[in-house]
């Protein structure tokens, strides 16, 4: 994943967890993190550019994968016909196009139906500088949490005048299970448009 759609910097990753030196690892968990929680907000967080291919609507509605949209390039089919922009409107925070009278066949070269490719710019923030501070810091604490327990971790601790404990094994969520504090900070910014 390009820097430039992580939700942090490496710095800041660096920082939040005192500065470690690994820098591969934490550049891989930074663009793991980033996936998976635009994966389960079923949104980008910040703006890019994608296409995607849809089978002709049954109605006048075509929900796009991703929100909130910010601009639609084009809607074209294999065979090179288009939709113009004006023959449908983009409801741009929940990531529908609407088209009144419902949507043309797409179809390929021999005129067989296939799909529309829609290529669109989606996203809720221009780059990784204007993401908010708790959008931010839900990802510090899912990268921490990444990060500490890839390692073996303590196995066994003992507490001058308290006691020994040991434990049989580390109980870890699966990844990439999205961690509650995690999905609190970043409840509101959650689609629900699908």
Do not use: C
């Amino acid at each position: 994943m390009p820097a430039s759609y992580a939700l942090l910097t490496l710095q800041e990753a660096q920082e939040y967890l005192g500065n470690p030196a690994d820098t591969a690892v934490l550049d891989a968990l930074i663009d793991d993190i980033t996936l998976a929680l635009e994966a389960w907000a079923q949104t980008f967080f910040v703006q890019r550019q994608t296409s995607e291919d849809y089978e002709r609507p049954a109605g006048a509605e075509l929900w796009l994968r991703r929100s909130p949209v910010v601009s639609v390039t084009s809607i074209t089919d294999p065979a090179g016909n288009s939709v113009a922009a004006t023959d449908y409107a983009v409801i741009k925070p929940r990531g529908l196009l609407r088209r009144p009278g419902g949507w043309p066949v797409p179809v390929d070269a021999n005129g067989h139906e296939a799909v529309w490719t829609v290529t669109y710019t989606a996203g809720r923030w221009a780059d990784t500088a204007a993401v908010p501070a708790n959008v931010r810091l839900g990802a510090k604490l899912f990268v921490a949490e990444r990060y500490l327990k890839r390692q073996p971790g303590v196995v066994r601790e003992v507490v001058q005048g308290v006691g020994d404990v040991s434990y049989a094994g580390l109980v870890t969520r699966q990844y990439p299970e999205i961690p509650p504090e995690v999905a609190q900070l970043l409840a509101p910014y959650r689609s629900r448009g699908l």
